[in-house]
């Protein structure tokens, strides 16, 4: 979808789209269109009695002669006119009407004192998050998800600088788009090699990227990633991503860190056959970092950020890890596999503390569709968020809830701790019941954070949405590239 501003409405015809917003306030070039159409427009509004709420329309086709030949009016609740996630939705919104009415070009007049331009350029944010199709395998096209919005020649005052604002959100969207697509993509095309040449390839938008492959894994002891691992004819990969925003201090302000099983079969710990599909997108948590990765490069965040993604595939085999039995992790520390369906904290324990190690990071933060515990426990509106430092909790619920992609705190106090213990190594890898799924998860994780402030989100409630949503269609959702965006740009932009 191709944006142009503009400062000035033009006379060219074609259709218009007139967001109403305050109340009964009108545009200008509204106001003028009207006044020499007989007052067309405000009578049909009149007939119709249109009221502003939220999501209220009317499609009008103007008389001959008209400047627009036609004009497609969205109403706001005036309540809702100021908060900029109200105004990302009505952009998703528009793009629907848009979509149903097949239109590929518009005209989006917006008045400045009607809206800031963060606010505008959120407007144009929902509308191209409503854009993403994955159509990638459809051979008949009938089956295709069609979007028909190619361009919005958008007319506003203060154009320049919603432009440059723009610039910003579109890193953003960029960033959306690649979590979508690569979660969108079937196992047997993103391997772990696969997806690690996707994660190269970022180093076109001005990222350093190291791989390290199974021979450097072993050399670096990672014993407990190379565990999941070894059941696979697909080889693992570790991938490290480097940003330097501020060349002037070596320390690294935060590092991501995701889990990338790009298949989980749950090893010999097998899943049920319903529902197996889905866990093509348990490599989540490393695609949201890719994406992230890649906003943050874009939009030349003044941040020093870093990202490590640990890419394996869990497969039962005669090769594959059994339960029952003991791995060494990277930090020294071993760990009884009680259920290899438990593979993605293993995978985590090693590319943790080696971020750890290779960056020495004030914040960690790690991505994981971890546990199916978090789903009985939240639902799938929230991520669960679990920290070794509340204030560092307390921002990210307060930034969740601005930016849409809301967090739930979830408890990992030393209270859990015996929840994790084995009789013949430090820790197993799963609880000793059924209770507290999510939370055993998270405290085996904060067994290899060492003096470092970090939180795991657990996204798999997130990852995926089953049904079309605001700004988010049907399929990978993108959720925490805008999230963690916002923590990186409050604080340092």
């Known amino acids: 979808m191709k944006i142009n501003f503009n400062s000035k409405f033009s006379n060219d015809k074609g259709s218009l789209l007139f967001v109403c917003v305050k109340g009964k306030s009108l545009h200008k070039y509204l106001i003028d269109l009207d006044k020499k159409n007989s007052n067309y427009v405000s009578n049909a509004m009149k007939v119709v009695n249109f009221n502003y709420k939220e999501n209220n329309q009317l499609d009008l086709i103007l008389p001959k002669g008209s400047k627009a030949d036609r004009i497609i009016l969205v109403g706001i609740d005036e309540k809702n006119s100021s908060n900029d996630l109200d105004l990302g939705k009505l952009g998703s919104n528009i793009t629907s009407i848009l979509n149903t009415n097949k239109i590929k070009e518009i005209s989006l007049v917006l008045e400045e004192k009607s809206f800031n331009v963060t606010q ?63 979660v969108s993509e079937p196992a047997n095309n993103l391997t772990p090699l696969l997806l690690s040449k996707e994660a190269i390839k970022l180093r076109k938008v001005g990222l350093k990227v190291e791989q390290l492959d199974e021979k450097k894994l072993k050399e670096l002891k990672m014993g407990a990633l190379l565990g999941v691992a070894q059941g696979s004819a697909n080889k693992p990969y570790v991938v490290t991503l480097e940003w330097r925003g501020n060349k002037t201090k070596k320390t690294m302000d935060y590092t991501f860190v995701g889990k990338g099983v790009t298949f989980d079969t749950g090893g010999i710990s097998i899943k049920p056959s319903g529902g197996m599909e889905e866990m093509k997108y348990d490599m989540g948590g490393s695609a949201v970092v890719l994406g992230l990765m890649k906003t943050l490069a874009l939009r030349k965040t003044k941040a020093n950020v870093s990202a490590v993604v640990g890419l394996v595939e869990n497969m039962p085999s005669g090769t594959a890890q059994r ?99 084995s009789d013949i190594a430090d820790m197993k890898n799963v609880g000793s019941g059924r209770g507290a799924g999510s939370t055993a998860g998270a405290i085996f994780l904060k067994r290899f954070i060492k003096n470092t402030i970090w939180m795991h989100l657990d996204i798999a409630g997130v990852t995926w949405a089953k049904a079309d949503r605001p700004m988010t269609p049907k399929g990978g959702s993108g959720y925490g590239v805008r999230l963690l965006d916002e923590l990186v740009f409050s604080n340092f932009e």
């Not at 639902?379 to 809301?406: P, Y």
Request: hydrophobic letters at 40%; one cysteine or more.
């Open 120 to 182: 505008i350029a959120m407007i144009l944010y929902g509308m191209s998050l409503n854009t993403y199709r994955f159509n990638k395998y459809f051979s008949d096209k009938k089956k295709i998800r069609a979007n028909f919005i190619e361009k919005i020649n958008l007319y506003c005052e203060n154009h320049n600088k919603i432009s440059k604002e723009w610039k910003r959100f579109n890193a953003i969207k960029e960033g959306v788009f690649l979590t979508r697509d690569l």
């Open 323 to 421: 339960p029952g039995d003991v791995v060494k992790s990277m930090s020294g520390q071993t760990i009884e596999v009680i259920n290899t369906d438990a593979e993605g904290r293993l995978v985590l324990a090693d590319i943790l503390w080696y971020a750890q190690k290779k960056f020495k990071p004030n914040k960690i933060v790690d991505l994981a569709t971890l546990t199916g515990a978090i789903i009985v426990s939240i639902g799938q509106e929230k991520a669960g968020m679990f920290s070794n430092n509340a204030n560092f909790a307390d921002e990210v619920t307060k930034l969740g809830i601005k930016v849409g992609e809301e967090v739930w705190n979830m408890p990992v106090d030393d209270s859990y701790e015996k929840d994790i213990s």
